[in-house]
């Protein structure tokens, strides 16, 4: 007759084996997620300063036809293709600031909470040194 006692069918994983597993995906999610998170950042303050000089041009356009500086956001529509980009550091249309200093026009991104601690690039148009 046969000892069964001591022959086990081996189906599935241990408890060990899963805790290594678990443990090995923590340790490359600790290593992944920070560099993940300044890349998208990164990102988005990049997108934010390029469609800061894309209202920009569309500033300096409409003050050579005009003869002067609109500082309403809102006026900027029709020029950047149907509607002002989106500022992905705010999340709005409306991140960002057009001020006239009267013999030019400074354009910014507005910093938002999206995109951590950051710098946007000022754009100055318009007749500087004057």
Do not use: H
Request: charged residues 10%; aromatic residues 6%; glycine residues 10%.
């Amino acid at each position: 007759m046969k000892d069964i006692r001591y022959t086990r069918a081996s189906k599935g994983f241990t408890l060990i084996e899963l805790l290594v597993v678990v443990l090995i995906l923590g340790i490359l999610t600790a290593i992944a997620l920070p560099s993940y998170v300044s890349s998208v950042n990164a990102s988005r303050m990049g997108a934010a300063n390029a469609n800061a000089r894309a209202l920009a041009t569309a500033v300096q356009g409409k003050a050579i036809s005009a003869g002067s500086y609109d500082t309403t956001l809102a006026d900027y529509s029709a020029d950047m293709g149907g509607t002002i980009p989106l500022n992905p550091c705010t999340g709005t249309t409306t991140g960002y600031t057009i001020v006239d200093t009267g013999t030019s026009c400074q354009i910014t991104a507005s910093v938002g909470t999206n995109c951590g601690t950051w710098a946007p690039t000022v754009y100055t148009v318009g007749y500087q040194g004057e």
